[in-house]
């Protein structure tokens, strides 16, 4: 299996949340298949950065923000761009 | 008598028009304001991608481009400052302001380069700083600004040139993809005629009979790097 690269992580872990809409912190880290280390540190990345945002009701709840959504959009055209001059 | 001061003042600004719009200084001009405009393009383009992304090779392939846009202001700057007062070369005109202006210069086409260098070899030099490269760049910048001699200008420019394109064959036969070799050969031409760009500045009408030749490849460097880069970036 190829080892998936940092901006492939983001957008898998964004992708998990946009499909169900809201996701709690635990199941997110299982369905994103990377350990629980890795995971606090991206997490923290995308709530500093405004990806994800944390909703708090009877369970604490991350929601995809507009920056998340426009990361997910944009996914192809920033790894096109990488490949395309080698970065 | 403020009459006269007046008419003074009006034919004098006539005539530096007039110098202004010969054919030399309009092709100047939008030769430069070309490059700039391409070079701004390129950097606020990529802006977004680089804000959601974080990507270092982005980053420094945008700050590559603002600097060949202050690059090229600098030279255009002193190209006009040239024409204008019909001199050879700044330094004996005005020599600590041609100095400054000169160090500048060359302090910000030496990034410009070694940035678009770094973007494609961040990943192999990552324990090499980039600060190491804005030192060189002083070196160069204080060195071309303080001695008035062309073997020296030549000099630095070939070593330059051959740390540049050794570095950028071995990435090229470092990469695996076939595909980014056109790439490869956009960034060797640019590399090479920006040093001609250097040269048409330092040492004056050295390059003359090729200098449209020289403009034109350039002009067409900068459109195909910011074709590609809009193709991308939507």
Not at chain 2, 83 to 105: A, D, H, K, Q, W
């Amino acid at each position: 299996m190829v080892k998936r690269n940092k901006l492939e992580i983001i957008k898998d872990i964004l992708k998990i949340i946009k499909d169900n809409h809201s996701i709690r912190p635990t199941p997110l880290m299982r369905m994103s298949n990377i350990s629980s280390h890795r995971f606090k540190k991206y997490y923290l990345e995308l709530l500093e950065k405004e990806f994800i945002k944390e909703i708090f009701g009877k369970n604490k709840q991350i929601i995809l923000t507009k920056k998340g959504y426009r990361y997910l959009e944009k996914y192809s055209a920033i790894i096109d761009f990488i490949d395309e001059f080698e970065l | 008598m403020v009459f006269m001061i007046g008419r003074g003042i009006e034919s004098g600004l006539g005539q530096g028009l007039g110098k202004l719009m010969n054919l030399g200084m309009g092709t100047e001009i939008i030769y430069s304001f070309v490059i700039i405009f391409c070079s701004l393009m390129i950097y606020f383009a990529t802006k977004e991608l680089y804000k959601l992304s974080s990507h270092k090779g982005i980053k420094y392939f945008r700050q590559s481009f603002l600097f060949f846009a202050f690059a090229y202001f600098f030279r255009s700057f002193i190209k006009i400052i040239l024409f204008y007062f019909e001199i050879n070369e700044l330094r004996t005109f005005l020599p600590i302001f041609g100095s400054i202006t000169l160090f500048i210069f060359m302090y910000f086409s030496s990034m410009a380069i070694f940035y678009l260098l770094y973007s494609v070899m961040w990943k192999k030099w990552e324990s090499k700083s980039i600060n190491l490269f804005h030192l060189v760049s002083l070196v160069i910048a204080t060195t071309i600004s303080l001695f008035n001699n062309s073997t020296i200008y030549f000099l630095i420019n070939i070593l330059f040139f051959v740390f540049i394109s050794s570095t950028v064959y071995l990435s090229y036969k470092q990469s695996k993809k076939n595909k980014s070799h056109n790439l490869y050969i956009i960034y060797l031409l640019l590399f090479v005629f920006w040093i001609f760009n250097i040269i048409d500045i330092l040492i004056p009408n050295y390059l003359q009979t090729f200098q449209l030749f020289i403009y034109l490849i350039s002009l067409g460097i900068f459109l195909s790097i910011l074709y590609k880069v809009i193709r991308k970036t939507g």
